[in-house]
């Protein structure tokens, strides 16, 4: 990503803080004013991103190469969408709750668009919207939670290193090894920074 003026992943994923409204939990949630972040402050808490070919994923070589280099040897895809997901009611309910996993989160989106949200150094809620061909790594320990956009549909790519464990965790589960060092990697190592930047 040479250019720092121009970031193509950001044509197909974005992030912004999040108000404190109770309203449609599908809706964008802006803070007024809007509050973007770039996808180098979401790498900072260890959100990878990529921009890919959602046309070609079968014979993609950015993907391949990202697959090979990361380890992700499962590969599965989950459509999310009231007509496709039995019990999708309850099933959106649950992705909504805040929650962690002992291992990354994969999701590349072929097609739709959706919301990922994360919590910052401040336990503030960043909002990630990803659109067809961006694809995000969560890191393991990282407290986060899913929901559609008003849109109502996305198709993933869930990719694994080896067979896929999907439990999820939720919040409080400070005591697992996986949050304490997503800790000690990401919050403690680099927050006394990032909380005087974000002051300035």
């Not at 009231?82 to 994969?106: A, S």
Request: aromatic residues 12%.
């Amino acid at each position: 990503m040479g250019a720092s003026d121009k970031d193509l992943r950001e044509e197909v994923i974005q992030a912004w803080y999040m108000d404190d409204s109770d309203a449609d939990q599908r809706l964008p949630h802006h803070r007024e004013p809007k509050e973007f972040l770039s996808l180098d402050q979401l790498a900072e808490l260890g959100v990878l991103s990529w921009r890919l070919d959602a046309d070609n994923y079968e014979t993609d070589e950015e993907l391949k190469k990202i697959r090979d280099e990361r380890g992700y040897s499962y590969m599965d895809f989950c459509e999310v969408c009231p007509e496709k997901l039995p019990n999708y009611e309850e099933k959106i309910k649950n992705f909504f709750e805040e929650h962690l996993h002992t291992d990354e989160e994969i999701r590349y989106c072929v097609a739709g668009s959706g919301y990922f949200d994360v919590r910052d150094h401040n336990d503030q809620w960043i909002r990630v919207w990803v659109k067809k061909g961006g694809m995000i790594v969560l890191p393991a320990g990282i407290y986060h939670r899913f929901t559609l956009d008003s849109d109502n549909y996305i198709k993933a790519m869930r990719l694994f290193v080896g067979d896929p464990v999907w439990t999820p965790y939720n919040r409080p589960h400070d005591h697992l090894p996986a949050r304490k060092e997503y800790i000690e990697n990401f919050l403690q190592k680099e927050g006394g920074g990032q909380a005087v930047d974000a002051a300035a």
